[in-house]
């Protein structure tokens, strides 16, 4: 079946440390992208690529950085440098990124800074 | 300024009967797109229809309807004889431009509670 897949479910980091979220997709889309959620809050972009070796910064990049070697795949390293990381993070994919292609999402990692 | 305004924070209404989840814009782009998606409680958020600002009619998805005012930016989500199943977060959310590069921006939900 094809779909999008983040790992691990949950995470659990010390401070000071870097961890690295994993985000694979199975639907040949170009876009890809990583959004922060806050309890009762909506989603807040992070990064976003429309193509393979390239991305962009979103609304809160600062503390996240990201790669996109492979079309597959779009891993989130969350460094020490963000403040308060502690978080529902979603990855998502679109077809091309245009204005009328939707986003499908995987089904999230949580992270608990201890 | 907030793009996406859904000023619901929370509703409950008794299965099978009609909720609508209201929803409005802001933007000054004539091309945009609107999105309506579901976040059941294990997190996942779930597609569930889309608008575009230039289709003449209404979107519909099965028992899911937007009811798109364009000149009042309005573009609420009516979910028709609501099931116990449909108890969630919705989220609507807005993708400006026809540039590849457009962002979608969410707003900040609406709890549904359906009653048995």
């Known amino acids: 079946d094809g779909g999008i897949t983040q790992s691990p479910k949950y995470l659990f980091r010390k401070e000071g440390q870097n961890v690295t979220l994993s985000c694979e997709q199975n639907?040949?889309?170009?876009?890809m992208y990583w959004y922060r959620q806050d309890p009762g809050q909506g989603l807040r972009l992070i990064y976003y690529?429309?193509?393979?070796?390239?991305?962009q910064k979103g609304d809160i990049a600062e503390g996240y950085s990201v790669s996109r070697e492979k079309k597959e795949s779009f891993p989130l390293t969350v460094t020490s440098a963000q403040k308060n990381p502690t978080a529902f993070y979603l990855c998502a994919s679109s077809l091309q990124g245009a204005r009328t292609d939707t986003q499908y999402f995987g089904p999230g990692t949580r992270l608990t800074v201890l | 300024a907030q793009k996406i305004t859904q000023t619901q924070p929370g509703m409950f209404v008794q299965e099978k009967e009609a909720v609508t989840l209201d929803c409005t814009y802001d933007?000054?782009?004539?091309?945009?797109?609107l999105f309506w998606y579901k976040q059941p409680s294990s997190g996942e958020m779930i597609f569930l229809i889309y608008q575009g600002s230039y289709d003449q009619q209404n979107a519909t998805e099965g028992r899911y309807s937007l009811n798109f005012q364009k000149a009042r930016k309005s573009a609420n989500l009516v979910i028709s004889a609501s099931q116990l199943g449909d108890s969630a977060m919705y989220f609507c959310?807005?993708?400006?431009?026809?540039?590849?590069?457009?962002?979608?921006?969410f707003g900040s939900g609406t709890r549904l509670s359906i009653r048995p």
């Open positions: 933007t000054s782009d004539p091309s945009y797109g």
């Open positions: 959310a807005m993708r400006e431009g026809i540039s590849s590069a457009s962002k979608i921006i």
């Open positions: 690529s429309q193509i393979v070796n390239d991305f």
């Open positions: 639907l040949n889309h170009d876009a």
